[in-house]
């Protein structure tokens, strides 16, 4: 049995745990105390559809941000979870990580930004490490190229569309 421990010291979690482990390829974690994993695929890409579709959740939940987890099938991030719980507002998003389920190969997040500013914030960049390894932000006006995709640590990072 091999485990690796990554530790997030910037990262906000409930208590005082600051670790994900993986091992045979999954990120395993704590979010409120529930345990939750996500497989480290290799993304290779977003399907055009889903990203259509955020960006027209951006523009539907304007002027208060949404926030959804994004999960991959074959290294394709294909779907999203809208989680029962989130809270959202003009300034913030927050996703209620209880309400998760189990085994859902999630990729990471997708979160707008109705200010148009397409970096994350501190606040994001404390929330990456919890959701995954891939990450978009979408920004107003919520046309074609108004996205960016982020690493867990708030790297910018490039991400192919699929048709």
């Known amino acids: 049995m ?4 990554f530790r997030y010291p910037g990262a ?3 208590g005082k745990l600051r670790a994900f482990f993986a091992y045979q390829n999954e990120w395993i974690g704590t979010s409120a105390g529930t345990l ?3 497989t480290m695929t290799t993304i290779r890409g977003i399907k055009q559809d889903l ?7 951006g523009k539907n939940s304007h002027p208060k941000e949404f ?3 994004l999960k991959e099938e ?6 999203l979870n809208l989680l029962p719980g989130t809270i959202t507002g003009s300034a913030s998003a927050s996703i209620f990580f209880d309400m998760m389920p189990l085994g859902t190969h999630t ?3 997708a979160h707008s930004h109705p200010n148009g500013v397409l970096r994350p914030s501190n606040a994001d960049v404390n ?6 390894r891939y990450h978009l932000i979408i920004g107003s006006p919520y046309r074609e190229h108004d996205w960016r995709c982020f690493t867990a640590d708030g790297e910018p990072c490039d991400l192919a569309v699929i048709p």
């Open 2 to 5: 091999s485990w690796r421990k």
């Open 74 to 79: 074959d290294g394709v991030i294909s779907e």
């Open 107 to 109: 990729a990471g997040s």
């Open 127 to 132: 929330f990456f490490p919890r959701a995954g």
């Open 67 to 69: 926030a959804a987890l």
């Open 12 to 14: 906000v979690l409930p």
């Open 51 to 57: 990203l259509r579709l955020l960006l027209e959740l």
């Open 36 to 38: 939750f994993s996500c």
